[in-house]
């Protein structure tokens, strides 16, 4: 269930609520349309949010450990993903170290490439 907290800000009190999945992905598509160089649709959106929406687990990884249709998942708030990631990350260990040690690498040939361009 979405969150929402009032919060008083001067003489007004604003409702600030969690976004869902879908909120987000509603979000970015309008961000593109309005604000970038290049629209965006829906299913470009899906792949922007699957790789980058949480910050060390993609969200078809996600569903392979915790099975779930797609309404489901869209339906999730920002609290009940987190929550769902933290369960994931205690059940399978060893998926979040393999995952850490294989970005390390990369980051550790990126730094590598980047130093044999300036010599």
Excluded: W, Y
């Amino acid at each position: 269930m979405r969150i929402e907290k009032p919060t008083p800000i001067g003489d007004h009190v604003i409702t600030i609520r969690e976004l869902t999945v879908a909120d987000i992905r509603a979000l970015l598509v309008e961000s593109m349309q309005q604000h970038g160089d290049v629209g965006l649709i829906p299913a470009q959106a899906d792949l922007v949010l699957n790789a980058t929406l949480l910050p060390d687990l993609r969200l078809d990884e996600l569903r392979a450990m915790a099975p779930m249709e797609p309404e489901l998942l869209d339906s999730l708030a920002d609290s009940e993903l987190q929550t769902l990631r933290d369960k994931c990350r205690e059940l399978n260990p060893l998926f979040f170290g393999m995952k850490a040690r294989l970005e390390q690498a990369q980051a550790k040939a990126e730094m590598i490439a980047l130093a044999q361009l300036n010599s």
